[in-house]
């Protein structure tokens, strides 16, 4: 397995590997469902009742069409939730859920966006103007799910969600600027480690 993660009561594990995405019932391991093709990122709603997963398909992908979907997941039976999905961009590098369970981000070459999943549309897109690509690079909600960190090229950065502001426009003086591999708020939501 790539990657285990419990939903958020415990009661199910959710698995990826190169050639599937499983969820099981944590208490006694029988496999609930299995969805053939690679799943490199998934992610837990806050109250466990949504799966997402970037499912790339094992077939190559057509002209004019990305082979990456993001789906969600109803966690009991592998099928389709009641939302409407973003549309299919050609790269996605981490998946991510608001703290209140209102918001999916994820974040490509070029940005990162939050999807409403009321609406069914995007909220913000935060554009990452900086030509350097850092592979998997982190980002990062605030606990009141207020404002987002992301690393772009080698400066973190930090946006307001409800201006859509970047906060830290240079900080290539004054804060980390170089080797930065994961990015986690405190609990109160006043320092960020990198």
Known sequence: AWYLAFSPDGTRLAIRTDKALACLDAANGRELWRIDGSAPHIAWSPDGAILAAVLSS??????GKSGVTIRFLNPADGKAADLAPPPAPDVICGLQYSPDGTALAYRTKAEIVLWDLKTGKERHKIPL???LWNGVPPFSFAPDGKALTALVGCTLHRWDLAAGKDL???VTR??????VKAVAWSPDGKRIVT
Not at 174 to 179: S, V
């Open 174 to 179: 004054r804060g980390p600027n170089g080797g």
């Open 168 to 170: 830290y426009p240079d």
């Open 129 to 131: 103007s900086s030509g």
């Open 58 to 63: 094992a077939d190559p992908p057509k002209e």
